[in-house]
């Protein structure tokens, strides 16, 4: 029953509610504003409490994007959906991916963020998404003209539970090196004592709710980009339903918590420099439309065992450390000092990738 509920329109239109209500509900309890969730910024944060990057203000293992791989494997393992395979162009998915989150720092955001920030009143959150339509209307320029990584293989289940496995060890590295009072380092991990960072829900409340999230959004193959792709390329609305009422409930939840705060600019962790706002997220819109998902759709495939989305998040997690190592990750006061040249980089890197990774049809 649950598994074809949630295959349905009304069961995408649920899965967007629930994320849009508990995105709201996550900031009210501590999370960044306008910041409930947002996959790229959290994997940022993740890579900081490693060490990949020393970013004081954005260094945390969030265990969001923990429940999101854990919840999808107990979803996959539920309905026997867990099928580990791999091998469909890994360095590719890899560049991918780095280029994907440096694209949304720039930005500042994932597609989700974007969508909650404009739930959030944040009017930069409209260039963002324009930008992200337009990257995935370029990608799917590329799919119509016979664009393919190549097939994945069935592969070992080991294989596949690897990230689920890597997961849980950040889970338990943060359970056995808690942050302590005034100490921006516990044991091998890093904490920011002010910033994003330093900005997060409870532990329980943020797992919680991480698991059931990727639990419902595996079973309905809740994905932001597949929406977009989908409405460009065969005007279907039945993920799109779902993008509508994760805005709607966000926008209703912000409301009731007095967390909407319309306009431009002052807008938590946000630029108001709307051509880069534009472009980062046109390079993450086609970073995302080439590699076959949005960061949170990646996270949750990975539950399922596909090493090949495991490979686009690592490569996410390692853009991160090149955004905030390299100066490309903007601010609020705007785009960092080389963010111009790595969207244009990734630009050209994103546009050889399609120009030549096609089947002639």
Excluded at 264 to 274: C, E, I, K, L, Y
Aim: hydrophobic share 55%; charged share 10%.
């Amino acid at each position: 029953m649950i598994k074809n509920f949630f295959a349905t329109r009304w069961g995408v239109i649920c899965v967007g509610a629930i994320i849009g209500v508990l995105a709201g509900l996550l900031q009210k309890f501590g999370n960044p504003g306008n910041m409930g969730i947002c996959v790229a910024c959290f994997e940022r944060d993740i890579a900081g409490a490693i060490g990949l990057h020393r970013a004081g203000v954005v260094q945390y293992i969030r265990p969001e994007i923990i429940g999101f791989v854990l919840g999808a494997l107990v979803a996959a393992f539920s309905f026997k959906e867990f099928k580990p395979r791999s091998g469909s162009a890994p360095i590719v998915r890899f560049t991918l991916g780095m280029f994907a989150m440096i694209g949304a720092l720039v930005f500042l955001g994932c597609p989700w963020r974007a969508l909650l920030r404009l739930a959030g009143g944040d009017g930069n959150a409209i260039i963002g998404l324009i930008g992200l339509a337009g990257g995935i209307w370029i990608g799917v320029q590329f799919l119509k003209n016979g664009y393919n990584l190549g097939q994945s293989k069935p592969t070992h289940k080991s294989a596949g539970l690897l990230l689920p496995l890597l997961m849980l060890g950040l889970l338990c590295l943060m359970l056995i090196y808690p942050q302590l009072a005034g100490e921006n380092k516990a044991g091998v991990l890093f904490y920011s004592l002010k910033g994003p960072g330093a900005m997060h829900a409870p532990l329980l409340l943020s797992l919680g709710a991480g698991l059931f999230i990727g639990f419902i959004a595996q079973r309905s193959r809740f994905c932001t980009m597949g929406a977009f792709r989908d409405l460009i390329l065969f005007r279907q609305m039945h993920l799109f339903s779902g993008v509508i009422a994760l805005v709607v409930f966000a926008f209703i939840t912000n409301f009731v918590f007095g967390q909407f705060n319309p306009g431009f600019t002052g807008q938590p962790v946000a630029h108001a420099m709307h051509i880069w706002n534009f472009a980062g997220m046109v390079l993450a819109g086609l970073a995302f439309a080439l590699a076959g998902g949005c960061p949170g759709r990646q996270l949750f495939l990975s539950g399922e065992g596909d090493g090949d989305a495991a490979i686009f998040v690592l490569g996410m997690i390692m853009g991160a450390a090149i955004a905030h190592n390299f100066g490309l990750a903007s601010s609020p006061k705007g785009v960092g000092p080389h963010g111009v040249t790595a969207v244009v980089v990734g630009l050209v890197i994103c546009l050889f990738i399609g120009f030549t990774m096609r089947k002639k049809i």
